[in-house]
């Protein structure tokens, strides 16, 4: 079992930064990637980044240029920077793991999330 926990989200001003971070406990090497989606009030849960663990990373469109996704491997840690907030990217951020099917079936974990708001 693997449990995440997100930290960092809060109220910044269009244009503002804020850095979430997932903290990652248990059975933590068993983790293939992480990465972190969100979800809007009646919109459905989308990707944001992901991380694997050969350090390959990728983006939604929309954040590219503005989000990165990074990792601690010593902290069992991965982050989002993200800069030039918009008040489109209000919502819950949810971290999120995936098992390494050497393991066995893919599991997927996730985190209970963090509120982030863009507004003026």
């Known amino acids: 079992q693997v449990q995440l926990v997100e930290s960092g989200g809060g109220l910044v001003q269009p244009g503002g930064s804020l850095r979430l971070s997932c903290a990652a406990s248990?059975?933590?090497?068993?983790?293939?990637?992480m990465g972190w989606y969100r979800q809007a009030p009646g919109k459905q849960r989308e990707l944001v980044a992901t991380?694997?663990?050969?350090?390959?990373?990728n983006y939604t469109d929309s954040v590219k240029g503005r989000f990165t996704i990074s990792r601690d491997s010593a902290k069992n840690t991965v982050y989002l920077q993200m800069n030039s907030l918009k008040p489109e990217d209000t919502a819950v951020y949810y971290c999120?793991?995936?098992?390494?099917?050497?393991?066995?079936?893919?599991?997927?974990?996730w985190g209970q999330g963090t509120q982030v708001t863009v507004s003026s």
């Open positions: 991380i694997t663990n050969g350090g390959s990373t």
């Open positions: 999120n793991a995936v098992s390494d099917p050497s393991w066995g079936p893919p599991v997927d974990y």
């Open positions: 248990g059975s933590i090497f068993s983790i293939n990637a």
